[in-house]
Nanobody, 120 residues
Framework: QVQLVESGGGVVQPGGSLRLACAASGSILSIFDMGWYRQAPGLQRELVATITNGGSANYADSVKGRFTISRDNAKFTVDLQMNSLKPEDTAVYYC??????????????WGQGTQVTVSS
């Protein structure tokens, strides 16, 4: 089994910054893509940013230039630095990891989610 634990959510004023962190643990040999997704009330979960194990990042158009995703392959962690936050960034943010177990099983895992609220 694999667990993803997120941290760093909270309440921030428009224009402020937050940094989300996610750590994966358990039966992991390696991790392919890692990413952050978000879900606002009444809306579907959407991609925020993903990063390959080679460091190539992909961002939603709505966060380009404001958010930066990074990862540490040795520690199985992925972070999301969020700057210039807007009220429309308010959502529950979920960490995702595409993992490979020591037994060769590939499986996708999700964290429990962390709330980000941008409000004055």
């Amino acid at each position: 089994q694999v667990q993803l634990v997120e941290s760093g959510g909270g309440v921030v004023q428009p224009g402020g910054s937050l940094r989300l962190a996610c750590a994966a643990s358990g039966s992991i040999l390696s991790i392919f893509d890692m990413g952050w997704y978000r879900q606002a009330p009444g809306l579907q979960r959407e991609l925020v940013a993903t990063i390959t194990n080679g460091g190539s990042a992909n961002y939603a158009d709505s966060v380009k230039g404001r958010f930066t995703i990074s990862r540490d392959n040795a520690k199985f962690t992925v972070d999301l630095q969020m700057n210039s936050l807007k009220p429309e960034d308010t959502a529950v943010y979920y960490c995702n990891a595409d993992t490979l177990s020591p037994w060769g099983r590939r499986r996708d895992y999700w964290g429990q989610g962390t709330q980000v609220t941008v409000s004055s």
